[in-house]
């Protein structure tokens, strides 16, 4: 899967970023599309920027999705669609009590105007990455709201917010797929005594913190249901292992925990389809992780995960959000003026193995997500 990146948060100096117009996606959405098709890559992850849809409450402006959605029709690209990508109106109170009701509000009308582009079952990710929100907004103020000391109480309102959305888009569009994406990550103890193993394993489970209250398991008045968590996304990067409260444990390490066996946990916790709904690395380094990550979810899948797809993410080329600079990580670079893009070769030679390695496994030459009905188990 392609995934282009469109985060929209304003940064803790007040500047919005937007990534879907820093990159130029929004603007070559079909050149972008085509060159993806022409890799493989039949599906993608793409999103709606909130804070330029809803211009006033209740009243919406779709002028920014329209090229997007038309583009991803005439090219037969699925699209799973990031509703919320940590961005939100500046007349939007993210701490109210009528925050998840307004989004939901939201998500229930851009579902309802998708239907006119295809008859196929929208696919959604109604907030992207709770838990990577909730720390970095609610805890360390990089980013909006601009917070401290207020992590667990944005992580609820969040997960409220996702709950309310996924019953609302349900009322329009009732074969609608979601996912939830998040960090899969790994804590390893700083030192040899038990309290340092108690806690760094209490900081790994907290990754599945937002997957529990979906479901109803952790915080039930929030109305989660088993019916809410549909497929698990796992985002997973080089520097999603550390050890608690000190640096990123290097790959190859005897701490360093094989991915594989963090597909297996998620899938046996909750018994849902899997997809790795993020990966990717910067530089030499993109064509050898995309080889390490197939490698373990071939793995995960014979020993019984049923992982449905990978998205490179992103797949382009982007400005950074602290200091713009030019963050080499996508199969395509930067916008050319007639909207085409480099390629970056070694990645997509790698790209081309897997999917003839994972095409021979399973038979199927869709390339897209399809994965088990959503009451399997």
Known sequence: MAGFECASQRRADGRRLDLLESTGHARHAASDYAMALRHGLKSARDGMRWHLIETAPGRYDWSSVAPMAEAAARAGMQVIWDLCHYGYPDHVDIWSAAFPERFAS?????????????????????????????????????????????????????????????????????????IVAEPSIHVAPSGAGPKSRVEAEAYRLAQFEVHDMLIGRRNPELGGSVETLDIVGLNFYPDNQWRLGRATIPFGHHDYRPFREMLLETYERYRRPVIVSETGAEGSARAS?????????????????????????????????????????????????????????????????????????????????????????
């Open 106 to 178: 939201f998500a229930k009308a851009a579902a309802g105007y998708l239907t006119s582009f295809s008859d196929d079952p929208p696919y959604f990710c109604p907030v992207n990455e709770m838990s990577f929100w909730a720390w970095a907004g609610g805890d360390q103020a990089r980013f909006n709201p601009r917070a401290t000391r207020r992590g667990p109480e944005l992580k609820l309102q969040l997960a409220r917010a996702a709950i309310a959305a996924t019953s609302a888009i349900r009322e329009v569009a009732p074969d609608a797929r979601f």
């Open 289 to 377: 992780w995309l080889h390490y990550v197939a490698g373990e979810i071939a793995a995960a899948i014979d020993a019984g995960a049923p992982v449905e797809g990978l998205c490179l993410y992103p797949v382009l080329d982007y400005p950074g959000w602290a200091n713009d600079r030019l963050c080499e990580v996508g199969l395509f670079g930067q916008p050319e003026a007639d909207g085409g893009r480099k390629v970056y070769q070694p990645l997509a030679e790698e790209l081309a193995r897997q999917t003839a390695r994972f095409t021979a496994r399973s038979g199927d030459e869709t390339g897209r997500v399809v994965p088990l009905r959503r009451d399997a188990s």
